[in-house]
Each structure stands twice: as C-alpha cells, then as structure tokens.
C-alpha cells in the first residue's frame, strides 16, 4: 500500500486580507511620515524667522561698529540659505509623502472597486474608499488644486529674498566706505558663497520631479 503524497499545510491566511493589511499598515505610516513632515517644517520656520530677528536687531545695535556691522552682513545670508535647505527637505519629504499616497489610494481604490458604480451625491466617488489625495489634488467641486502652494513660494521668498538683499547691502556699503583687507575678504567671499548656494538652491527646486506640478487632476 502506498504513502499518500503529502500536500504542505494549507495557508492559514487569505491572501487578499492580508494584502490589504498591509496596504492599510503602509497608509497610516506614510501618513504619519506627512504629519511630522509638516510639524517639523513649521518648527524650522519658526526657528529661522526668529534667527531673522536676533540677526537684525544685533544688526540695528552694533550699526555704529564697522567691523561687527560687516561681519553680521557678510555672514547671516550663507546662515539664512542654510535654514531654507533644511526647510526645502521637509517640503520634499511632504512632497514625496503625499505623491506616495495619491499612487496607493489610487491603488487600494482599484483592488476594491465595485463592479457597478452607484451615483455619490458629491465630488466623492462612491466607489472609492479613499478620497483624500485625489480630493485636495482636483476631484472637488471647484476643480482646482487645494495645496498651500503660495505659503511655500513667501516662505522661499522671505528667507533666500532677505540673504539677497542683505549680501547686497554688505557690497554696497563696502564699497562706498572700504573696511580693511581682511573685512573686503569677508564680504565678497559672503556674497560668493551665497550666490554659489543660492544658484545650487534654484539648481535643486528645478531638479525636484514632486514640485512644479499645480495642474488638478482630471477625472
């Protein structure tokens, strides 16, 4: 009499639950990664507006000292730009978060799509289970794009705009009244190294796939 071939044990899950668990368990944890994207982004913005004041108050103080004067403009633009760097990598860790989830609701969407579709009431499709980055990126009924996008652009704009107009009040007064050799060094070496990071800012935001992209989305 024969031995009856052995199956393998029969598997203790099914398999499209435990997909969606998954899917579920990378969700929450993307969106968690948004949130503190978003919390940290907001806390080096604070730090640096208040970097902004300390600067410019030591500034106002110290005016009547040349030297002090000179070092203080020289220098606080390379500190501003590096303050938007930080800050630009948590936009891009927003940006990656939220391009993630819009591509995994799109997915999850499609694995639980019904066969027939049933009228929402809404901007919402009833046959999606998850609305959110489709909603905010143009399924609404205004049909616009609903990212703080002009937040962005004036915090770009107050941080690297304030550098410039600083490195170009620190040449302009070396000029008209000329320091020493050695606080002419600092200044144009200042301004080189800030417009160098001030090019490689502009080079970075260009390069970056996430950004740019203000078109809602079509149906």
């Not at 390379?78 to 990598?89: E, M, T």
């Not at 000029?175 to 600092?186: A, M, N, Y």
């Not at 417009?195 to 800012?201: D, G, H, S």
Request: charged share 15%; hydrophobic share 50%.
């Amino acid at each position: 009499m024969g031995l009856r071939k052995s199956r393998g044990p029969a598997p203790f899950v099914d398999e499209q639950q435990a997909r969606l668990a998954f899917l579920l368990g990378e969700y929450n944890a993307i969106r968690a990664e948004l949130v503190a994207a978003v919390s940290t982004q907001q806390t080096v913005m604070t730090y640096g507006l208040a970097a902004i004041a300390v600067i410019y108050s030591g500034l106002l103080a110290s005016w009547s000292n040349a030297s002090l004067r000179t070092g203080i403009l020289s220098l606080s633009p390379v500190l501003l730009l590096f303050v938007w760097f930080v800050w630009y990598g948590e936009v891009q860790r927003l940006g990656r978060a939220r391009w993630f989830l819009w591509e995994l609701e799109q997915k999850v969407n499609a694995l639980l799509k019904p066969a027939h579709d049933v009228p929402a009431g809404s901007a919402l499709p009833a046959s999606d289970v998850l609305h959110w980055e489709s909603w905010v990126r143009g399924r609404n009924k205004w049909r616009r794009n609903l990212h703080s996008r002009p937040a962005y652009h004036l915090a770009t704009g107050l941080l690297c705009g304030t550098g410039l107009g600083t490195t170009a009040l620190s040449v302009a007064l070396s000029l008209v009244s000329p320091p020493s050799v050695e606080l002419r060094v600092l200044v144009f070496g200042g301004a080189a190294v800030f417009l160098a990071l001030l090019w490689y800012a502009w080079f970075v935001f260009r390069r970056n796939p996430l950004l740019g992209n203000g078109k809602p989305i079509a149906d």
